[in-house]
């Protein structure tokens, strides 16, 4: 899902705050709930009753059919003693690894290498190719692109021919069957699917940057990794926190490329909270129990959004030197 | 594409000029060698689809997923196009992935339109609470959503994927449309007011023609976003009149029918879309950033 909530956003500039507002003001604004309606009720359907719906789900036991039988928390402890469960969220730590940590570092530095090496010591021309090198992936279909890259890994595959190509067929193996390459192999392909994300917008950032404290910090002679940290870090601080937030969230939610690569095999070496819960839905009936696993994931991650927000504020607050 | 679509307050200054002053002969070299050869690596899975997308499966099985073709083996492509009923799938994706593009901006732009620029009480909390919905796992709604859809007759109908991503959709609109008309001229708004005009008036006369780059640059994200959405599609649609691409592609997934020149070109195929709207869309994108730049 590394295609979705990819709009950097910056949060509302700080407005100052109007004067009370008059008693006629109010009254004026009150009219503005009407607009507000349509999209209030959709939410309320699609949104909240189904969060509700979940959360009560997962206080029961349910097959899907007949009447849900309340016990209470019976399924969180149940979950606290599930080594699947353990094991998917160990998985989401190493996609977290895949999906966030690695393509934030090295997006930065393939941005800053775009932006401030080829693209002015080269044709701009030449940075703008390489980029759509970069992004290629995140316009694929993530379905799709798990299918090709499990083609690719099987046994049969191209990346075993590739190996014996270059002499190096004694690597031959079974990368997505064996459970101690499968979540390194997965890795790998969501280290390709994410990188783009992050390329593009540090580089789109990266315009945003004054270049007169790049020509100021020349003279003063700073080097390359001098400026990149002194003055390309910290000013394109609000871009790297947006892409840290939204990669952060789609790699606790990763469903589809495990769906299409492993389906969380094999032994559960790629198991995810997400494919997790959908399997216990689906595949095992077990509603109560899947609706307890939604449960926990929904909380860290609104736990986890939350973290993030709040460091943000606090980072711009002490910027604006508060 | 990931752009800031608020209006950047950073002045927008031209590019610096060319300096070769510390002109580093050999080191941007360098740099450019390995950052081309990172691109090249990005490129080969690409290589291996187009490669084998036209093979015959004696060829594949002789030569192996690297060999160059023998012949141009359009067979199957021919049995991915007709087995899946590709235009179908093509078609049921479209529909989607427009209806919600079209009723997702419209309804982010109705709330947003309360939150930003009506600035109802306790819009910061609405606003949250919107962001918040974006971020949810589908897992947490699928269920109660599944079982309903069931109950009222919308299961296994487009309509309930549409729905469906409407909101989602339009939970990050509202967030994000919220914000940029925070920032919308107020002096705009009194004028249109004292001239008489509306609330609904001032909306359709003054905000949507001055949103309409920010408007569009939604819009794609959200036909692009929803036409990508798997696991909604996976569970509410489950035959082959209703199935969008890559449910379709997913559910022949270890198919006997699914030989590697098959898997390929349904790939190939799959992704052909996806490249052609990133590239019709790039400009408007590129004017609906620009345009929000320069207010």
Known sequence: MAVSETVAATPPAATPTPPAPSRRRRGRNAAYWLYLLPGAVLFLLVIGAPLVGTLYLSLTKWSGIGDPRWVGLDNYQQLLQDDVFWASFRNTVWMLVAMVVVPTLLGLLLAALLFDVIG?????????????????????????????????????GAFNSLLDAVGLGALRHDWLGDPGTALPAVMAVMIWVQIGYPVVVFMAALQRVDPELYEAAEVDGANWLHRFRAITLPQIRPETFVVALTCTIAALKVFGPIFALTRGGPDNATNVPSYFAYYTFFKKLQVGYGSAISTVLTLIIVVVAGIFIWMQARSERRDRGF | MAVTLTPSTAPVTPARPVRDRHHRGVSRWV????????????????????????KSPGDYSSGGPLSWPTEFYTKGLRTYWTEVNFP????????????????????????????GIGRVRGRL????????????????????????AKQVGLYNTQLSVIIIFTVIQSAFGTYLLASVMGTFPRSLLEAAALDGAGKWTVLWRVVFPNLRP????????????????????????????????????????????????????GALISLVPA?????????????GITAGAEK
């Open chain 2, 88 to 115: 179908l799938k093509f078609w049921n994706s479209a529909v989607i992935a427009g209806s919600v593009a079209v009723l997702g901006v419209a309804v982010s732009l109705l709330n947003a339109y309360a939150l």
């Open chain 2, 275 to 287: 490249i052609l709207f990133f590239l019709i869309f790039q400009r408007t994108l590129a004017r």
């Open chain 2, 214 to 265: 920010t408007l569009a640059v939604l819009l794609i994200f959200f036909f692009i976003w929803t036409w990508n959405e798997f696991l909604i599609p996976l569970v509410m649609l489950i035959d082959n009149q209703t199935q969008t691409i890559p449910v379709a592609l997913a559910s022949l997934q270890g198919d006997r029918l699914m030989d590697a020149p098959t898997t390929n070109a």
């Open chain 1, 120 to 156: 002015r010591r080269f044709k701009p021309r030449t940075a703008a190719a390489l980029r759509a090198a970069f992004y290629l992936p995140q316009v694929l279909p993530v379905v799709v692109a798990g299918i090709v890259w499990g083609w690719i890994l099987r046994p049969d």
């Open chain 2, 31 to 54: 740099v450019l060698t390995l950052v081309t050869l990172g691109a090249l690596v990005m490129l080969v899975p690409f290589a291996f689809m187009l490669l084998n997308a036209f």
């Open chain 2, 125 to 148: 909390w609405i606003v949250g609470l919107f962001l918040l919905a974006n971020m949810l796992p589908q897992e947490a709604l699928i269920y109660p959503l599944y079982y309903v």
